[in-house]
């Protein structure tokens, strides 16, 4: 009988499964922040088919940690802000998600309970966030032709927060330089730094620097792992640029149509985004194009390496807000 009850429960569980039409793919583990925080070997990943950060292992692809804004306390009428997110970034010592989406989102979210401590809307299609060392945020939206800062405001998200508009031609990325203070910005054919006027209740930008780059439609921008350097990527080429001789040499992986550059070291490879269809993948190749993982029925816009962002956040940086 009690063979009976367990292949009866069994066949249930897969009927349900079928019915549901969702990813067969098992999410990892019982506690979510543990299964993160033990994993060597995790990429973060703005998936586009359910509109869904996820944290996933390599090589397998296990999911081990997925944020939707429907499940999460985003109130309903604004889950919609949260369609096609275009990037995530591990924050606060990887202890929480920042994210952004093309439907004009971006958000803070612990990883330990999935809350979305922060959330605002930037719109514009917005492609890129980052943490200012106070804790505010500024965020790139490419048909908005803006880079908007955000005060970190907690308590009264997301409707009553301060925001500030600079213009910047295809707003597609933005990352903090903690040892020179300075925002980088890569939009379009120019390369563009800011200083940051580091006032809690009006945060700004002041542009500082801007210089031609070859190439057009730059795309992405994120630093190289243990080097004083950004990966940046536009329609024909992949980058390194060096944010003290502001010279750029052509890096040595796949160079046409890359959406997303990711390195690590401690012996993982550099990892690559480059898409089938349209703007997506379902697949994260090695700097040679070597397949690395592929999960059917994924859209992937960008997938990074969890590990320490030295270059843009101090080691061991908590959760902070701007006072």
Same mark, same amino acid.
């Given at each position: 009988?009690?063979?009976?009850?367990?292949?009866?429960?069994?066949?249930?569980?897969?009927?349900?499964?079928?019915?549901?039409?969702?990813?067969?793919?098992?999410?990892?583990?019982?506690?979510?922040?543990?299964?993160?925080?033990?994993?060597?070997?995790?990429?973060?990943?703005?998936?586009?088919?359910?509109?869904?950060?996820?944290?996933?292992?390599?090589?397998?692809?296990?999911?081990?940690?997925?944020?939707?804004?429907?499940?999460?306390?985003?109130?309903?009428?604004?889950?919609?802000?949260?369609?096609?997110?275009?990037?995530?970034?591990?924050?606060?010592?990887?202890?929480?998600?920042?994210?952004?989406?093309?439907?004009?989102?971006?958000?803070?979210?612990?990883?330990?309970?999935?809350?979305?401590?922060?959330?605002?809307?930037?719109?514009?299609?917005?492609?890129?966030?980052?943490?200012?060392?106070?804790?505010?945020?500024?965020?790139?939206?490419?048909?908005?032709?803006?880079?908007? =800062?955000?005060? *970190?405001? *907690? =308590?009264?998200?997301?409707?009553?927060?301060?925001?500030?508009?600079?213009?910047?031609?295809?707003?597609?990325?933005?990352?903090?330089?903690?040892?020179?203070?300075?925002?980088?910005?890569?939009?379009?054919?120019?390369?563009?730094?800011?200083?940051?006027?580091?006032?809690?209740?009006?945060?700004?930008?002041?542009?500082?620097?801007?210089?031609?780059?070859?190439?057009?439609?730059?795309?992405?921008?994120?630093?190289?792992?243990?080097?004083?350097?950004?990966?940046?990527?536009?329609?024909?080429?992949?980058?390194?640029?060096?944010?003290? *001789?502001?010279?750029? *040499?052509?890096?040595?992986?796949?160079?046409?149509?890359?959406?997303?550059?990711?390195?690590?070291?401690?012996?993982?490879?550099?990892? =690559?985004?480059?898409?089938?269809?349209?703007?997506?993948?379902?697949?994260?190749?090695?700097?040679?194009?070597?397949?690395?993982?592929?999960?059917?029925?994924?859209?992937?816009?960008?997938?990074?390496? =969890?590990?320490?962002?030295?270059?843009?956040?101090?080691?061991?940086?908590?959760?902070?807000?701007?006072?």
């Amino acid at each position: 009988m009690k063979k009976r009850r367990s292949f009866l429960a069994a066949m249930i569980c897969l009927l349900a499964t079928a019915a549901s039409g969702k990813s067969s793919i098992a999410l990892a583990g019982n506690n979510p922040d543990t299964s993160v925080a033990a994993c060597n070997q995790c990429m973060v990943i703005a998936e586009q088919s359910q509109h869904r950060i996820v944290i996933a292992t390599m090589p397998s692809g296990t999911v081990i940690w997925e944020w939707k804004p429907e499940n999460s306390n985003v109130q309903p009428a604004h889950v919609k802000w949260f369609s096609n997110p275009s990037d995530a970034k591990m924050v606060y010592n990887n202890e929480y998600v920042l994210m952004n989406a093309s439907g004009g989102g971006v958000a803070l979210i612990r990883v330990a309970d999935k809350k979305t401590v922060f959330y605002a809307y930037a719109g514009g299609n917005t492609h890129s966030v980052e943490l200012l060392p106070d804790g505010n945020i500024v965020s790139a939206s490419s048909t908005g032709n803006y880079l908007m =800062v955000f005060k *970190t405001d *907690t =308590v009264h998200f997301p409707d009553n927060v301060y925001t500030k508009k600079i213009p910047i031609d295809f707003g597609h990325n933005v990352v903090w330089d903690a040892k020179q203070q300075r925002l980088w910005s890569a939009a379009r054919e120019h390369m563009h730094s800011f200083r940051y006027n580091f006032n809690c209740n009006a945060p700004d930008l002041v542009q500082d620097t801007v210089f031609s780059l070859p190439g057009t439609e730059a795309h992405d921008l994120f630093p190289v792992y243990g080097e004083n350097k950004l990966w940046l990527t536009n329609t024909t080429n992949v980058y390194k640029f060096d944010v003290i *001789t502001q010279k750029l *040499t052509k890096a040595d992986v796949l160079q046409d149509n890359i959406k997303c550059v990711s390195s690590a070291g401690n012996g993982l490879p550099t990892i =690559v985004i480059r898409p089938k269809e349209s703007w997506w993948t379902d697949e994260v190749l090695d700097a040679r194009g070597k397949r690395l993982f592929i999960q059917k029925g994924w859209k992937i816009y960008k997938a990074r390496w =969890v590990v320490r962002n030295t270059f843009s956040y101090p080691a061991g940086d908590p959760m902070h807000l701007c006072r």
